[in-house]
């Protein structure tokens, strides 16, 4: 059984940061391609950073681009996503997807596992 269980989320200040981690199971988990997305009320979701199951290449939303860190620990099956400078607009529940040999799509619909989320809430 897959399962991909977020931690990390929370309320935190506006200029401030956040770490979020997630651990799988059930998975070869140097297969797959980590993906963040995050959905925030009446949005549609949408993609934040993946990181490849090959190379470990990085990529990340315009959005989050110059403040945000995703890495992997292929020997612990955790992925974590870290985020600077967070403004209110980053408020949302935060989702860690998995694709096997992805090529970091920025479309859920080619991630075939996912978390239940995290909410992280910034408050200005």
């Known amino acids: 059984q897959v399962q991909l269980i977020e931690a990390g989320g929370g309320l935190v200040q506006a200029g401030g940061s956040l770490r979020l981690s997630c651990a799988a199971s059930g998975v070869t988990f140097s297969d797959y391609t980590m993906g963040w997305f995050r959905q925030a009320p009446g949005k549609e979701r949408e993609f934040v950073a993946a990181i490849t199951w090959k190379y470990a290449n990085k990529w990340y939303a315009r959005s989050v681009k110059g403040r945000s860190t995703i890495s992997r620990d292929n020997a612990k099956n955790t992925v974590s996503l870290e985020v600077n400078s967070l403004q209110s607009e980053d408020t949302a529940v935060y989702y860690c997807?998995?694709?096997?040999?992805?090529?970091?799509?920025?479309?859920?619909?080619?991630?075939?596992?996912w978390g239940q989320g995290t909410q992280v809430t910034v408050s200005s």
């Open positions: 997807a998995a694709d096997q040999y992805g090529t970091a799509s920025v479309e859920p619909k080619d991630y075939e596992y």
